[in-house]
């Protein structure tokens, strides 16, 4: 693997994006994902930390925009949702609290829901 792509499993995830990320979202991601995570899903979208990337691992859900990476386990997780037309606004509840990633693309933010409610069980 060349330094500069991001492992497997992030690049496969990639290429299921509908719409890429911002610039250096992927090597941001990379850097803060621990070798025995798997990444799963990603949907591009924007928070108040910027546009970036919004990732499910098996682990957690982590949100890399610009230098800033936030991160949640899923085992403090309730809900993740998607709500929109061509696009929209996922949600992911944490019991009354809520972080919200606006402007994603319909396919991906789908998709994202779907995953994350299956990673909940």
């Known amino acids: ?6 492992r497997p499993d992030i690049a496969a ?11 250096g979202t992927l090597a941001l991601l990379d850097r803060h994902v621990r070798d025995d995570e798997i990444v799963v899903c990603l949907a591009a979208g924007e928070t108040a930390s910027g546009r970036g990337l919004l990732a499910l691992t098996n682990e957690r859900l982590v949100f890399a925009a610009g230098s800033s990476v936030e991160t949640l386990p899923l085992s403090r997780v309730d809900d993740v949702t998607w709500n929109g037309l061509l696009v929209g606004v ?14 994603v693309g319909k396919a991906d933010g789908r998709r994202f829901a779907e995953a994350a409610k299956a990673a909940l069980g």
């Open 90 to 103: 996922v949600t992911i509840r944490q019991g009354e609290a809520r972080m919200t990633v606006k402007a």
């Open 1 to 6: 693997m060349h330094p500069d792509e991001p």
């Open 13 to 23: 995830a990639a290429e299921d994006l509908a719409v890429p990320g911002p610039a």
